[in-house]
C-alpha cells in the first residue's frame, strides 16, 4: 500500500491560465519552491526542479519525468528526490476542470508514499498548500494573458 496527497483549489481564473501556470517554466518558478528551466509539457520529457540550499543545508534536486499531457485538463510526472536523508519516488498529477462561471478546479495528487514516511507526506501537504496559495496571489494579481 502506498499513501496519496490530495489537495483540491478553486482559482478564479480560466483554465487556460492556470494550465500556462503548471506548464510554463518561468511560471512554475514564479509560484514553486523550485527553479526550473527546462520543463516542456512533452510525454517522455526529462526535467528537474531545484530548490535553493535552505538554513544552510544542501540543494535539493527532483528529477522528473512528464508521464501524461491532456491540455488543458491533465497533466503528471514522476517526482524522484528530497533531501539526502527524505528521498521520495512517487508521481504527481494535476487534473483541471473550469465551471460555468470562470473558476478553474484544480485537483492534485502526489501518490506513491511509503505509509511510513511521515515526515515526507507531511511536507507534500505543507509545501503543496504553500505553493498553490502563492499560485493564487500570482494569477490574482497578474493580468490576463
Not at 501556470?21 to 512554475?28: C, R
Not at 520543463?39 to 508521464?67: M, N, S, T, W
Not at 519516488?89 to 502526489?110: F, I, M, S, Y
Amino acid at each position: 500500500m502506498s499513501e496519496t496527497v490530495s489537495l483540491d483549489f478553486e482559482l478564479k481564473s480560466p483554465i487556460e491560465r492556470v494550465w500556462h501556470a503548471l506548464t510554463d517554466s518561468a511560471m512554475l518558478s514564479k509560484w514553486t519552491f523550485f527553479d526550473t528551466d527546462d520543463f516542456q509539457p512533452v510525454v517522455g520529457h526529462k526535467f528537474q526542479f531545484r530548490a535553493k540550499p535552505a538554513y544552510g543545508g544542501d540543494a535539493i534536486i527532483i528529477h522528473c519525468e512528464v508521464l501524461e499531457v491532456d491540455k488543458p485538463h491533465r497533466l503528471s510526472y514522476t517526482w524522484v528526490g528530497g533531501p539526502a536523508n527524505n528521498i521520495v519516488h512517487t508521481k504527481v498529477t494535476w487534473t483541471l476542470t473550469e465551471t460555468d462561471d470562470g473558476v478553474t478546479r484544480l485537483h492534485l495528487e502526489q501518490s506513491g508514499f511509503d505509509p511510513e514516511a511521515k515526515q515526507a507526506i507531511g511536507g507534500a501537504k505543507y509545501g503543496w498548500t504553500q505553493m498553490l496559495n502563492q499560485l493564487h496571489s500570482l494569477l490574482a494579481s497578474s493580468p490576463a494573458r
